[in-house]
């Protein structure tokens, strides 16, 4: 299989209404434009999901709310967005920003689960969870109930040739420390990467 594949032609939009702004993009150009309309009806879905997530959870109307996103990857046929959403509203003792990740196959539109990057029957949770056992440890962090395994479902995005998993605000850790992200190379877990899939093809020598 060929690496060098084009990045995808993305556009950046914005919405706004009174003291919101959510700033996510879109992706144009695809040779496969059912696989473009894919990829836009899933980054929509998810930029509303965040939005109505917000709504749900604080005590009043937002006083401000901004939504913003990140291309991790957008090389070899892979492309991995985070997206945020900040929000506050009157009698917050600060703002609560909530976050997801999507990791396309931009060949197909496919969204990447965590299960799919590793081979089948594989012990992926195992194997990461020892990975981010040991980098709390090395890194100090501070737990708020201790820390036993990933989620098989756990959040991640793909950036360089790197598998980053985090955590949502409070889950793990204390406010302060903000996200909790723990970046693992692709290099460490090749051994049950699934084959041609894109930890195999994010590994791989520049053709």
């Given at each position: 299989?060929?690496?060098?594949q084009?990045?995808?032609?993305?556009q950046s939009?914005v919405f706004?209404?009174?003291?919101?702004?959510?700033?996510?993009?879109?992706?144009?150009?695809?040779?496969?434009r059912?696989?473009?309309?894919r990829m836009?009806r899933?980054i929509?879905?998810?930029?509303?999901?965040?939005?109505q997530?917000?709504?749900n959870?604080?005590?009043?109307?937002p006083?401000?709310?901004t939504?913003?996103?990140?291309?991790k990857?957008n090389?070899?046929?892979?492309?991995?967005?985070?997206?945020?959403?900040?929000?506050?509203?009157?009698h917050?003792?600060h703002?609560?920003?909530?976050?997801k990740?999507?990791?396309f196959?931009?060949?197909t539109?496919?969204?990447?689960?965590l299960a799919?990057?590793?081979?089948?029957?594989?012990?992926?949770?195992?194997?990461?969870?020892?990975?981010?056992a040991?980098?709390?440890?090395?890194?100090e962090?501070?737990?708020?109930?201790?820390?036993?395994?990933?989620?098989?479902?756990q959040?991640f995005y793909?950036?360089?040739?790197?598998?980053?998993?985090?955590?949502?605000?409070?889950?793990l850790?204390?406010?302060?420390?903000g996200f909790?992200m723990?970046?693992i190379p692709?290099?460490?877990?090749?051994?049950i990467?699934?084959?041609?899939g894109?930890l195999?093809?994010?590994?791989?020598d520049?053709?």
């Open positions: 299989m060929a690496l060098f084009l990045p995808v032609a993305i939009h706004k209404s009174g003291e919101t702004a959510i700033y996510y993009p879109r992706i144009v150009g695809l040779p496969d059912q696989a473009e309309e836009n899933a929509n879905q998810t930029v509303l999901s965040l939005q997530e917000q709504l959870t604080l005590p009043g109307a006083e401000q709310m939504g913003h996103f990140e291309i990857t090389e070899r046929g892979i492309l991995s967005i985070l997206f945020t959403n900040y929000a506050y509203a009157p917050m003792a703002g609560n920003t909530v976050a990740s999507l990791t196959d931009t060949r539109g496919a969204i990447d689960t799919s990057l590793f081979q089948p029957n594989a012990n992926y949770v195992a194997k990461l969870s020892a990975i981010v040991e980098q709390i440890k090395r890194r962090i501070p737990l708020l109930n201790g820390f036993q395994h990933i989620s098989p479902q959040p793909l950036a360089d040739k790197s598998l980053v998993l985090y955590y949502p605000l409070y889950e850790s204390p406010y302060y420390v909790p723990f970046p692709v290099y460490d877990i090749l051994d990467a699934a084959e041609q894109p195999d093809r994010l590994a791989a520049i053709a």
